[in-house]
């Protein structure tokens, strides 16, 4: 996948968020007007401009009512939701043109082409066809040679890289991916993330939903954890994860143990399957030496050490099982 254009150099008068959304909730109703479920239960979030941001949480949590309320799809109950500097109330299609979102659902119309999928966004968008820029983008998403063929013959992964395309074409400052790398191949994931690095290189906002916790950790710089339509952490990825205070430490005995030396009680500490002692602790408390001076004292030879920072998986099971602090 190829560059696009950068955002403009004269970036004084751009707003520091890309989104801001205060005390956002949203109550979905029945068919009989009455409250059926809340989903967003008073969402305060900045999303610092230039960021690659991850919305992390569990099924259910309300990610995609976030996403469908900034795309236009769903409406809010309450609260105020700007991009880019621009309240989706008071100016929705200026707001709109801030964005480009991938659904998570794969909607497509079958009876056009590629191209004429892309062509018809941007007519939408009223990109004159001057600025169109039709082909650089579906070359950037690996779709060049399936231009002229019709949707409904391209696969699930060719589908989505249409979307993504698709959400391009007004060249949008913010991108906003819910779910893009569900059931799709490692290939497409890697050259997707691959362009989504360069376009965020290149000053465009970054904005994804994923299960993949990994992918989230490698990629993004600021992460917000929602639970049951609440944030329940929203910080730089390094900080969330130092605020876990919790690192493991790997110690291979000389000589295979039988058993954990009884000095390590009161220890949250365990033999693995290949021999090794491992022992979790909090680095703000404990250091890593008094735990290897308390092993040798038990008579443990040690061959080797390693230790193991806590993860964004960690973070997530500590914040959103059930009767969890936030951290
Ligand atoms: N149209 C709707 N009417 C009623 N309730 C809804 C509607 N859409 C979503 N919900 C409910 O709102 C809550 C939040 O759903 P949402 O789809 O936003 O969660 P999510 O975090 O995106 O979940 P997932 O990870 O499974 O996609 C859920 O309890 C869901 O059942």
């Not at 299609?93 to 004429?116: H, K, M, S, W, Y």
């Not at 994923?210 to 993004?220: F, P, V």
């Not at 220890?267 to 022992?279: K, M, N, P, S, T």
């Not at 703000?284 to 443990?300: I, K, N, P, Q, Y």
């Amino acid at each position: 996948m190829t560059a696009r254009r950068p955002e403009p150099a004269s970036a004084q008068h751009l707003p520091a968020n890309a989104i801001e959304l205060k005390g956002l909730e949203k109550i979905y109703r029945g068919t009989d007007g009455q409250p059926s479920k809340q989903a967003l239960k008073g969402i305060d979030l900045e999303v610092p401009r230039g960021s690659f941001f991850a919305l992390l949480g569990p099924n259910g949590a309300g990610k995609s009512t976030l996403i469908n309320i900034l795309a236009g799809l769903v409406v809010k109950s309450a609260g105020s939701v700007s991009l880019f500097g621009i309240d989706i109330e008071r100016n929705p299609r200026r707001a709109r043109l801030a964005i480009g979102v991938v659904p998570q659902e794969l909607n497509f119309d079958p009876f056009f082409t590629a191209r004429e999928a892309l062509e018809l966004q941007a007519g939408l968008y009223g990109v004159p066809r001057s600025q169109r820029r039709t082909e650089e983008i579906l070359a950037a998403v690996g779709l060049l040679d399936k231009a002229d063929a019709y949707a409904r013959l391209l696969s699930g992964g060719m589908r989505r890289r249409l979307l993504v395309a698709k959400a391009l074409v007004h060249s949008p400052p913010v991108v906003i991916l819910d779910e893009p790398t569900a059931g799709v191949d490692v290939e497409l994931r890697r050259s997707l993330w691959a362009y989504m690095r360069q376009l965020n290189a290149q000053g465009v906002t970054v904005v994804l939903t994923t299960h993949y916790l990994e992918e989230a950790e490698q990629l993004c710089d600021r992460i917000a954890i929602i639970n049951h339509g609440e944030v329940v952490a929203c910080d730089t990825k390094d900080t969330l994860i130092r605020r876990l205070d919790s690192k493991e430490l790997l110690v291979t005995p000389a000589e295979r143990l039988q058993a954990l030396p009884s000095s390590l009680a009161g220890l949250d500490a365990a033999l693995d399957e290949q021999g090794r002692v491992r022992i979790r602790y909090r680095p703000s408390g404990t250091r890593a030496g008094e735990l290897l001076d308390r092993l040798r004292d038990a008579g443990v030879s040690i061959a080797d050490i390693a230790t193991r920072e806590a993860d964004l998986e960690e973070l997530f099971v500590r914040l959103t099982s059930q009767g969890s602090q936030a951290a």
